[in-house]
């Protein structure tokens, strides 16, 4: 049930999109898209559709990050070292 990289990105594109239209409200439209990515999967492969999801997920942060660096002029160590501080803190 191996995905593409390119089917990986569209779903962790997805599932973040699904957030970011309530990102501090209920989680209903996000649930409903991981339902659509992993509760659709025959139980043999629910594990490896969650770790392609994982890996999906990592490859949009990874690419968010080098776009960040680019308009911003701030490394992704950089941009991590903040996000770490901010959340040690809350």
């Known amino acids: ?5 390119a089917q990986s990105m569209r779903n ?6 699904a ?6 409200g209920p989680p209903d439209l996000l649930i409903d898209c991981l339902r659509q990515h992993l509760g659709t999967q025959p139980p043999e492969h ?10 999906g ?6 690419t968010l990050l ?12 950089t941009t ?3 996000l770490a501080i901010h959340y040690v803190q809350d």
């Open 66 to 77: 080098a776009l960040n660096e680019e308009a911003t002029g701030l490394d992704m160590e």
């Open 19 to 24: 957030w970011s239209a309530q990102p501090d």
């Open 57 to 62: 997920m990592t490859s949009l942060c990874g």
């Open 1 to 5: 049930m191996q995905t593409t990289r």
């Open 46 to 55: 629910a594990l490896a559709a969650a770790a392609e999801l994982i890996m």
């Open 80 to 82: 991590l070292r903040e």
């Open 12 to 17: 962790a594109i997805a599932v973040m999109t």
